[in-house]
């Protein structure tokens, strides 16, 4: 277990490495990689009123209405003809997910100017405490996966490397 934990950090301190190395937060995604995007699927389709439709998953979601709300502020025409999300939250406000209690972290995370909190690497380190007697933390199992939809092999497989790939 000592083991597991210590390979845990070492990857831990990796990606916090790559995240002070790559300042990249979602304000870049919203200026830089958003329009960039779009401007590349113009290009190729050639929308007849030059507008597109417009799909995005969670935080692709999150990242459209930004820019809606952005555009809608400026008084821009956001390019868009139509917008579906999923998976895309507007306010958490209403959750009751135990998840909120990361929340204290992100003044922290700001404060070290930090873009992303590695809460996969997290997790990882937090799961046998989870999985195994006397079950510490076993509160953080629901948040990842309903009760009862993996086998606990695949479960622990997807939280410890995230279906194979190496966290």
């Not at 799961?127 to 076993?138: Q, R, V, W």
Request: aromatic fraction near 8%.
């Amino acid at each position: 277990m000592q083991n597991n934990i210590s390979t845990t950090l070492k990857d831990m301190q990796k990606q916090l490495d790559l995240i002070s190395k790559y300042d990249w937060d979602i304000d870049n995604y919203l200026e830089e990689d958003v329009p960039a995007a779009m401007e590349y699927i113009k290009d190729k389709s050639e929308p007849n009123d030059g507008k597109l439709l417009a799909i995005g998953h969670f935080m692709g979601g999150i990242l459209l209405y930004a820019m809606l709300s952005r555009c809608g502020y400026e008084g821009k025409d956001s390019g868009l003809a139509a917008v579906t999300t999923l998976a895309s939250s507007l306010d958490y406000m209403s959750s009751r997910s135990s998840l909120k209690l990361l929340l204290p972290l992100a003044d922290p995370a700001q404060v070290l100017n930090v873009p992303v909190i590695p809460i996969a690497t997290l997790l990882a380190a937090a799961h046998p405490f989870a999985a195994n007697p006397p079950y510490l933390l076993s509160c953080l199992s629901p948040q990842i996966s309903a009760s009862d939809m993996l086998q606990p092999k695949l479960f622990e497989k997807l939280v410890t490397k995230n279906f194979g790939k190496k966290i």
